[in-house]
């Protein structure tokens, strides 16, 4: 490729057309309002032809969820607890269901107890 005073960079760039997600579809988890970083990947995804679904925690952010998720032309609201097991497996049964393959997941759900950020990773509970 050719930099803008037309000498050779050695790099190639790779320009993209079209819808780069069309025909896929994907369950996005944790949007808590329109600032979050799921939200910009959820919109950008749908930007580019994805099929979204929306997972929440909770009346309260199911409210803010709903309007959101619709906006990115999605009718599928989930409510789904990540801490509770039951809640993950109707989640993703009734995901099935309605899609049957699921080609991805954005899973950007967050939150800790400031006690738990202290030690390893790998020595976090559940709680």
Not at 35 to 48: E, N
């Amino acid at each position: 490729m050719h930099g803008s005073g037309g000498e050779k960079t050695g790099e190639e760039t790779l320009v993209l057309t079209g819808p780069l997600m069309k025909g896929k579809r994907g369950l996005i988890m944790g949007v808590a309002n329109d600032h979050s970083i799921a939200w910009g990947i959820a919109r950008a995804l749908a930007a580019h032809g994805a099929e979204l679904a929306f997972t929440y925690q909770g009346e309260s952010f199911g409210r803010r969820v709903k309007p959101l998720a619709e906006s990115a032309g999605s009718n599928i609201l989930l409510p789904c607890d990540v801490t509770d097991p039951a809640s993950l497996d109707a989640a993703f049964e009734r995901l099935e269901k309605e899609w049957g393959v699921m080609d991805f997941v954005v899973h950007a759900i967050a939150h800790s107890d400031k006690n738990e950020l202290k030690g390893r990773y790998v020595d976090t509970t559940r709680e």
